[in-house]
């Protein structure tokens, strides 16, 4: 189910770049996903979701405004990256973790984190042509990297806070809240370009986005996780940003190229070294 998920994700980044390509923006996109994903919540889970409390509102809200500005800011990014950049950049938030842990909850990274973050940051510059080209960041690059804090806090919120809700409760107001703020959001800033947007073109794969993307790979990832370890299970989930890549590259969005191979790959072992338990590996050798 996790597989399945992260695969979904990875190809969700190219649902997005053809949306964007359609001239769709991000508050629009956000807004038909975030509606589409509520209301199958709903209809599948409505009668959970009618039992909502006060605080489960509360948590709901506030995981959903999280949520909504790593989407929007990610969806935006990607009008001015390539989907590879986008989905490896996304990726970073597992780094991000442990720090916005040690920042709220006073709880320190592990040595090895430091060790995760020079990697990554070296595959970050390799990435996005620092050594080729210098420094120069691309928009849509510094977005992906700032939306990738916000989906860090998410889960860093959901692990700490939102435990107490039931995780219907939190898919639907996950939905419902990318859905009002990405409509909000674009009533205010899109109107302009409504006229511009290939509706056919980039409808459908919005569509896809909202039932695919957000409600069946979030259903899997919510009931996957109730019977996987948390590390088997995030080096599982991160290898959307591999699949994003590939999809990228086979479907003709961007050509294979160093730079990619290698800043890929660096951020992806930045990622590894992360999640694996180095110590408990060492001592099961040991006992064998």
């Known amino acids: 189910m996790l597989l399945l998920a992260a695969i979904i994700w990875g190809a969700g980044y190219i649902f ?125 690059d510094l977005l992906t990297i700032i939306s990738a804090g916000f989906y860090a806090l998410q889960i860093v919120y959901f692990g700490m806070s939102a435990t107490e809700s039931s995780p219907w409760i939190i898919a639907f107001m996950l939905g419902i809240t990318q859905g009002a703020f990405g409509l909000i959001y674009s009533l205010l800033f899109e109107t302009q370009t409504y006229a511009s947007v290939h509706w056919v073109a980039g409808l459908v794969p919005v569509v896809i986005l909202g039932i695919v993307s957000s409600f069946g790979a979030q259903t899997l990832q919510l009931v996957g996780q109730r019977y996987t370890d948390p590390t088997p299970a995030g080096l599982l989930l991160m290898t959307e940003s591999m699949f994003g890549s590939v999809f990228s590259v086979a479907l003709g969005f961007e050509p294979m190229t160093w730079d990619l191979v290698i800043g890929g790959s660096l951020i992806v072992l930045a990622l590894v070294i992360m999640q694996v338990g180095f110590r408990r590996l060492w001592l099961f050798k040991k006992r064998v």
Not at 22 to 37: D, E, Q, S, T
Not at 73 to 100: E, H, K, S
Not at 109 to 137: N, Q
């Open 16 to 140: 997005s770049k053809q949306a964007t390509n359609a001239g769709m923006h991000a508050g629009l996109i956000n807004a038909i996903r975030g509606f589409i994903y509520a209301g199958l919540a709903y209809a599948f889970f409505h009668k959970t979701i009618n039992q909502m409390t006060k605080r489960d509102l509360k948590i709901g809200l506030i995981a959903g405004g999280i949520n909504f500005l790593g989407y929007q800011l990610q969806t935006i990014g990607l009008m001015y990256t390539t989907p590879a950049n986008n989905a490896f950049l996304t990726a970073i938030y597992v780094v991000m973790i442990p720090f916005i842990v040690w920042v709220f909850f006073h709880q320190k990274p592990e040595r090895k984190a430091y060790l995760a973050i020079v990697i990554c940051m070296l595959g970050m510059a390799v990435l996005t042509g620092v050594f080729s080209r210098g420094v120069s960041l691309h928009l849509g």
